[in-house]
T-cell receptor, first 112, second 119 residues
Framework: SAVISQKPSRDICQRGTSLTIQCQVD?????MFWYRQQPGQSLTLIAT?????????ESGFVIDKFPISRPNLTFSTLTVSNMSPEDSSIYLC?????????FGQGTRLTVV | AQKVTQAQTEISVVEKEDVTLDCVYE???????LFWYKQPPSGELVFLIR??????QNEISGRYSWNFQKSTSSFNFTITASQVVDSAVYFC????????????????FGKGTKLSVKP
């Protein structure tokens, strides 16, 4: 099984600031996925991050708002930029291995 | 287009009752994977089961069982003799992919079913 260490686990941020979320995987993976879960909602894919190339963003998500880094095959960051209260959500990273899907513990973000 | 429908938004049962959570999916692929996750109030996703499209055998794990029927595109989840600790949001998810048969792509989640088990 893959182990994903995601941090921070939660944060309360002021509007207009940015927060960077980190995910560290215990072994190399080709793709890492970032999801957002708004309060009371399902998980929605933000983007897919491949090492060595720009992330691929889903409709409704843009790089300026959610820049992603993928410097190597075990690490990725997601930044939530210029935050507003509408960005208050749980953010999760995920990887696939041997058909299984593994998730980080999630970052519960509250923007005030 | 791929889609996962969990028509039951909220279900409330009394402890020891059996409860079935419905999941209906849509996909054009012949190879895909289906998942169930549990999300307690703490927010983390707890993996329950993964099933590939070629394995229609039903599965039982303790009080949990799953009924996969390709003919109706359904992958329903039953909890027998429910307990208060089963209270959570349950998500059904689909993974597909032309190149990898759903083994490596992202998951598409249903909207989830919130289960409340009362003592």
């Amino acid at each position: 099984s893959a182990v994903i260490s995601q941090k921070p686990s939660r944060d309360i941020c002021q509007r207009g600031t940015s927060l960077t979320i980190q995910c560290q995987v215990d072994s190399q993976v080709t793709m890492m996925f970032w999801y957002r879960q708004q309060p009371g909602q399902s998980l929605t894919l933000i983007a897919t991050a491949n090492q060595g190339s720009e992330a691929t963003y889903e409709s409704g998500f843009v790089i300026d708002k959610f820049p992603i880094s993928r410097p190597n095959l075990t690490f990725s960051t997601l930044t939530v930029s210029n935050m507003s209260p509408e960005d208050s959500s749980i953010y999760l990273c995920s990887v696939r291995r041997n058909t299984e899907a593994f998730f980080g513990q999630g970052t519960r973000l509250t923007v005030v | 287009a791929q889609k996962v429908t969990q028509a039951q938004t909220e279900i409330s049962v009394v402890e020891k009752e059996d409860v079935t959570l419905d999941c209906v999916y849509e996909t054009r692929d012949t190879t895909y994977y289906l998942f169930w996750y549990k999300q307690p109030p703490s927010g983390e996703l707890v993996f329950l089961i993964r099933r590939n499209s070629f394995d229609e055998q039903n599965e039982i794990s303790g009080r949990y069982s799953w009924n996969f029927q390709k003919s109706t595109s359904s992958f329903n989840f039953t909890i027998t003799a429910s307990q208060v600790v089963d209270s959570a949001v349950y998500f059904c998810a689909l993974s597909e992919g032309m190149n990898y048969g759903g083994s490596q792509g992202n998951l598409i989640f249903g909207k989830g079913t919130k289960l409340s088990v009362k003592p």
